[in-house]
T-cell receptor
Framework: KNQVEQSPQSLIILEGKNCTLQCNYTVSPFSNLRWYKQDTGRGPVSLTIMTFSENTKSNGRYTATLDADTKQSSLHITASQLSDSASYICVVSDRNQGGKLIFGQGTELSVKP | EAGVAQSPRYKIIEKRQSVAFWCNPISGHATLYWYQQILGQGPKLLIQFQNNGVVDDSQLPKDRFSAERLKGVDSTLKIQPAKLEDSAVYLC???????????????FGPGTRLTVL
C-alpha cells in the first residue's frame, strides 16, 4: 500500500472553475508536505511546502491545506487556467528516514476552454 | 540561475543494450538524486548522493543499474543491460543540502525519456 495516496487519479474541469485535489498519507512522523506541479515532458516544480505545524500555505492561485490529525492535505486551485493542465504530486518527507521524500502517484488535471 | 541539466532528452534502445544518462546539478548543490518515473506514477528514488558519497541506494537495481558522481558535481546513471520494464523517465534533481529530518527544496531537471524495445 502506498504511503501517499492521491485522489482523484484524473480530473477534467472548465477554464475559470475551481478544483480541489486530495492527498492522504500514512507517513509518520513527517517533516514537511509538499505539492509539486509537473507539466508534460518536464520535471516537477515545487508549489508549496508545509511543516507539520502549518495548516495552510498559498502560492498565487494555489492554496494547500494540511490536517496533521487526519493525515490529509488538499490543493485548491482557484480560477483555473489552461496552463494549470499538469500532474500534481503530493510529497511527504519521512522524518524516520532522514527526510526521504515519499511521492504520491499524482493527479492528472486537464483544464478545457 | 541555471537549472538542472540532463542529457539526452530522449533515448530509444533495444533490450539488453546499454545506456547512460548525464546530469549537471545547480551550482553549489551538494545533494543529487536520480529518480525513475514510470508513466502514470510518481517518481521513485533510485540513488541519492551527498557530494560524491552515496546516501541512499536501497531501491537501485544494482545488478543492472550503476551511478557515479566522481567529483561531487555532475553525475551519470547507467543501465546495463536494459530490460523492457526500464522504459521510464529518469529524473535528476539537486538540493543545496539535506539535514536529517529536514529537506531542502529539490529542483528537478527535464528528465530523460527512455524507451526500451
Amino acid at each position: 500500500k502506498n504511503q501517499v495516496e492521491q485522489s482523484p487519479q484524473s480530473l477534467i474541469i472548465l477554464e475559470g472553475k475551481n478544483c480541489t485535489l486530495q492527498c492522504n498519507y500514512t507517513v509518520s512522523p513527517f517533516s514537511n508536505l509538499r505539492w509539486y506541479k509537473q507539466d508534460t515532458g518536464r520535471g516537477p516544480v515545487s508549489l508549496t511546502i508545509m511543516t507539520f505545524s502549518e495548516n495552510t500555505k498559498s502560492n498565487g492561485r494555489y492554496t494547500a491545506t494540511l490536517d496533521a490529525d487526519t493525515k490529509q492535505s488538499s490543493l485548491h486551485i482557484t480560477a483555473s487556467q489552461l496552463s494549470d493542465s499538469a500532474s500534481y504530486i503530493c510529497v511527504v518527507s519521512d522524518r524516520n528516514q532522514g527526510g526521504k521524500l515519499i511521492f504520491g502517484q499524482g493527479t492528472e488535471l486537464s483544464v478545457k476552454p | 540561475e541555471a537549472g538542472v541539466a540532463q542529457s539526452p532528452r530522449y533515448k530509444i534502445i533495444e533490450k539488453r543494450q546499454s545506456v547512460a544518462f548525464w546530469c549537471n546539478p545547480i551550482s553549489g548543490h551538494a545533494t543529487l538524486y536520480w529518480y525513475q518515473q514510470i508513466l502514470g506514477q510518481g517518481p521513485k528514488l533510485l540513488i541519492q548522493f551527498q557530494n560524491n558519497g552515496v546516501v541512499d541506494d536501497s531501491q537501485l537495481p544494482k545488478d543492472r543499474f550503476s551511478a557515479e558522481r566522481l567529483k561531487g558535481v555532475d553525475s551519470t546513471l547507467k543501465i546495463q543491460p536494459a530490460k523492457l520494464e526500464d522504459s521510464a523517465v529518469y529524473l535528476c534533481a539537486s538540493s543545496f543540502t539535506q539535514i536529517a529530518g529536514e529537506t531542502d527544496t529539490q529542483y528537478f531537471g527535464p528528465g530523460t525519456r527512455l524507451t526500451v524495445l
